[in-house]
Each structure stands twice: as C-alpha cells, then as structure tokens.
C-alpha cells in the first residue's frame, strides 16, 4: 500500500471488537463485498451482547475475572479447532499479556458499573493509539483525528464528573484501564500481522483463562444450571464466531469500512441490556457515550482524502 505521510491520515485501530482486533484471515475464497458487509454487521451485532450475558441475573454477584476466565475457556473451545498456521514468536507475549488485562479490566468494568460505560470508554482505545503514534512514532495525522480526540476527552470528562459523585467511579477507571490494555494490544499486534488471526486469537484467548484462573478459581464455585449455557454463548457466540466472521469479511472489505459499519455495537449494547434487564444507562453516560460515538463516527465516516 503506497502512503504519503502529508496526505494520508493516520489509521488507528479500529474500536470495533469490546475484547478482539484486526487482523488478516487465511481463507481460500473470500467472500463477495456484500456479504463481508453483513459479516462485519453479524459480528457487531453479536460483539453487541456482551452486556446481555454479563449483566444477566444468572451471572449476578460474580466478578470480573470469573467472567473473564469461562468466557475465555469457552472461546479456546471455538477457536482452537480453526486453528491452521500457529506460528510462535516472543513478540506474542506481551500481546496475550496485554489481551489478557483488557478481557480482565473490561469485564471487572462491566460487573461493577454500567454496560454502558465500558463499552463507551474501551471504545477510546483509538486515540491512545493516535497519541503513541504521533508522540512517540512520529506519525502523521489530520483534523478527524484531533476532534476525534477532544470528542474523547468531552465524553470521558462527563462520565468521570458525574459517576465521581457515586460509588461506580471505580468502574469507570477499570473501563478506561481496559482502553489502555487495548490500545496496547494494538500496538502489540503491529508487529504480528504475517501472523493468522485465529492462531492469535486462540493465543490470546488461551493465556486469559490461565492468568486468570487463579483469581477465578479461588471461589471453589463452578457454574450451575443456566450458568453453562450462559457462559458457552458469551465465548462461543458473543466472541469467537464474531471474531472470525470480522477476521473474514477483511478479505474483501478495508478496515475503515468495517470500522464503520461496526461502530452499531457500541451503540446496541446498552439496548440489550436495558431490553433484557431494564438496566437503563444515566442521561450523563448518554451524553458522554454520545461524544465519544461522535468522535469516532467522524473519524471513520468521513471520507478520506484521495
């Protein structure tokens, strides 16, 4: 790909995947551009209910490394099977340490606070990766990628503000934990692009469940009854089959694009929650959510310059 630097914005990664990232999918036949563009919009949708499952009355009363753990457990269960090219370096390392914390901070954020709110704010994973790009690697970026960061900044403002004067403020700071934890990720996957996507997604999935055993198996407490089902959809469906389907649909489709469409996960995953558990987000997350959604819409909804 031929890039100039004064005209080409900078391409943060994409805030699609709450818990995966891009990357390339092995396949030998890609699929048409139109059904990549319902891949992606599949993957959002089901990306979309990790709050239904987190938030649910079965899952009450567990905390974050609990979920993190089975979730984890059962994506290896999906993804392994697929798994074609494993090839191992050291630069896989700090990425599964990296996946691990974002899997463990974003689902502790959702346990103790709003959906709402850790989806919201891991969604501003893009501009730490912006500003690591331009400070620290001197990379070029334009206009969309600075509102795309005050649009951020105005949105976490609010949340921080309000929620600091009840006692879910701890839940905003493991959601923008998992932001950070994702940005590295990012940054990490950089380097392991020759690498395929399943082999790296069954990587990370599997160093989660064993870093976080031992807090989430301290309990001594398996999962009962409706708890198994539960738990299998949230990693085989909430997170692996998206994954792939994403992975896929890259083939044909560039990552803007699927950005776009799938910035509808955001958006639809406090919707589930309050349809299924009428767990209602406040006006002021609303409002913090919408700037940041704002921000990230522009960046990646408008178009680029030719």
Not at 114 to 136: E, H, K, M, R, Y
Not at 244 to 271: D, R, W
Request: net charge neutral.
């Amino acid at each position: 790909m031929n890039e100039e630097p004064r005209d080409e914005p900078f391409q943060p990664e994409q805030p699609v995947p709450s818990d995966a990232v891009q990357a390339d999918f092995a396949m030998e036949t890609a699929p048409t551009v139109m059904r990549a563009r319902m891949f992606v919009l599949v993957a959002a949708v089901l990306w979309s209910t990790s709050g239904f499952f987190v938030k649910s009355p079965y899952l009450a009363g567990w905390d974050g490394s609990r979920v993190a753990f089975w979730r984890a457990v059962f994506a290896c269960v999906a993804l392994w099977p697929m798994v074609r090219r494993p090839r191992w370096s050291w630069q896989l390392v700090p990425m599964t340490l990296l996946f691990a914390g974002m899997n463990y901070t974003y689902l502790t954020a959702m346990v103790k606070g709003s959906a709402a709110n850790a989806i919201w704010l891991q969604c501003t994973a893009p501009v730490w990766v912006l500003l690591i790009g331009v400070f620290v690697f001197g990379e070029h970026a334009v206009w969309r990628d600075w509102f795309m960061v005050g649009c951020a900044m105005l949105g976490i403002g609010i949340i921080i503000w309000f929620e600091s004067r009840g006692v879910a403020l701890d839940a905003v700071v493991w959601a923008i934990a998992s932001s950070f934890f994702y940005a590295g990720v990012v940054l990490a996957l950089r380097q392991l692009r020759g690498h395929d996507s399943v082999w790296l997604a069954a990587l990370n999935h599997l160093v989660t469940a064993v870093v976080v055993a031992p807090f989430a198996l301290q309990v001594g407490e398996f999962p009962s009854g409706m708890q198994w089902p539960f738990l299998a959809a949230l990693g085989m469906f909430q997170m692996a089959l998206p994954y792939v389907l994403f992975a896929i649909s890259l083939k044909k489709i560039p990552g803007h694009e699927a950005t776009a469409i799938g910035l509808i996960e955001p958006i639809l995953n406090p919707v589930w929650v309050l349809l299924a558990w009428g767990d209602a987000p406040a006006w002021w997350t609303l409002l913090g959510g919408g700037f940041i959604l704002i921000g990230l819409a522009t960046r990646y909804l408008w178009p680029a310059p030719e």
